[in-house]
Structure formats: structure tokens, C-alpha cells
């Protein structure tokens, strides 16, 4: 499944939103553009809501939550108010933020069962998306690899091995998000692996959430 796109996110000064440029998955198109809307004073709305095109009147993709008196974030594909819709928590998992892991299903290999990916998006000053640097005391640069294999509080095996190509030394990397000095743009992301649309929509709004906490 290798695969490298980058998507870049821009959100003018004072402004709300954000807007999502990308390589489409449709072949008539060679790039598509989704807007994310952010609620900072929540009143019982969503933190973070992505829709699937250029404004906000298109349908929704993804929702980012923030749920009172917690530490963590719900994340969601499509609709929050459908009935079967799934919540994926965000966890802070490191003192100073360092550190968020979540986890999402991913399509099986060779047409195989679906997978669960278990993922930890990680601040880093070493990794950056091809061809940029990092910003000189920036904190807003994350790289999201597979967590180890290990076991979680019930005995069983998370986080399987995985085949990926892009690494440094030994970790794999699947994305990369590095922050820009441009005026206008928060950075670009970097995926690695294609998973489908799912994930990416997934990876953006994870990573648009950890981003978004700072500007609260």
C-alpha cells in the first residue's frame, strides 16, 4: 500500500476555519479541497467538524469532540447524530502532551478482514514532511507511527507488525505534519500509506484537533 500525498492546510488569521487542499481520489480531478469548521467556545457543539468538499454547506465527513471535564477527544466518521456511528478516543498519554494515541480499522490486506490499527501521533523536532523544516521553537510537529506490540490491560496483542517503507532508523513512519511560516497556513500533512479515504480523513482530523487545542 505505498502511497505518499500531502495535504496542505491553510486557516486565515481570526478565522475559524479551516481549508484542506489534497490530491483527490477521483479520477476526473488531480485535487479536491475540504473545509474543517472549529468551534472554540463549544456549547454543546462539536470541537472540530470536517465537511466533505469546499464549504460548510457540504455534507460532514468527520467530527471532533471534546467531551466535558475529559482529557481526551472523540473522533467520529460521518454524521455524529447517526445511529451507528463509531467514537474513537484521543488520548493524551504523556505528561506535556507529547505523546496522543488512538486507534481506527483499516481494509485487510489482499482484500483480507478488516484491521485495527493502533496509532500514536508523537511531537517531534527530527521529522518533517519532504522538502520543509521545522519552524524554530515550533511544538506544533507530529509524526504518527504504529504502536509497539504489546499487551493492553486484558492480556491481548495490540499492535501488530507492520510492512511499511518509509522509516527513520527503524520506526515506520505512516504521516508527518510540520507547521509553516507562511501567512495563512498551519502546515502540511504528509501521508505515507494509503489506507483509503477513511483513513485520511481520520489522520486530518486527528491531527487538526491536537493542532487546534493550542489556538484554545
Request: net charge positive; charged share 20%; hydrophobic share 35%.
Amino acid at each position: 500500500m505505498a502511497r505518499i500525498c500531502i495535504f496542505a492546510i491553510h486557516k486565515p488569521a481570526f478565522r475559524s476555519q479551516y481549508t484542506i487542499t489534497g490530491p483527490s481520489r477521483d479520477t476526473t480531478a488531480t485535487s479536491e479541497q475540504i473545509v474543517a469548521k472549529l468551534h472554540t467556545v463549544l456549547r454543546n457543539r462539536p470541537f472540530l467538524v470536517v465537511h466533505d468538499g469546499p464549504d460548510t454547506k457540504c455534507p460532514v465527513a468527520a467530527v471532533s469532540r471534546l467531551p466535558s471535564f475529559s482529557t481526551y477527544f472523540e473522533i467520529c466518521l460521518g454524521d455524529s447524530a447517526a445511529k451507528d456511528v463509531v467514537w474513537e478516543k484521543l488520548h493524551t498519554t504523556h505528561p506535556w502532551g507529547r505523546k496522543h494515541t488512538w486507534g481506527t480499522m483499516v481494509p485487510g490486506e489482499n482484500r483480507g478482514s478488516p484491521r485495527r490499527l493502533h496509532l500514536v501521533w508523537t511531537r517531534t523536532r527530527k521529522v518533517t514532511v519532504d522538502g520543509m523544516a521545522r519552524r524554530p521553537l515550533s511544538t506544533r510537529n507530529w509524526k504518527l507511527t504504529e504502536v509497539p506490540p504489546s499487551e493492553d490491560e486484558d492480556g491481548r496483542r495490540i499492535g501488530s507488525g507492520t510492512s511499511w517503507t518509509t522509516l527513520v532508523g527503524t520506526e515506520p513512519i505512516l504521516a508527518v505534519f510540520t507547521s509553516s511560516t507562511e501567512l495563512g497556513k498551519c502546515g502540511n500533512l504528509q501521508v505515507n500509506v494509503d489506507h483509503g479515504r477513511a483513513f485520511d480523513l481520520m489522520l486530518l482530523t486527528t491531527c487538526l484537533s491536537l493542532y487546534s487545542a493550542g489556538l484554545c
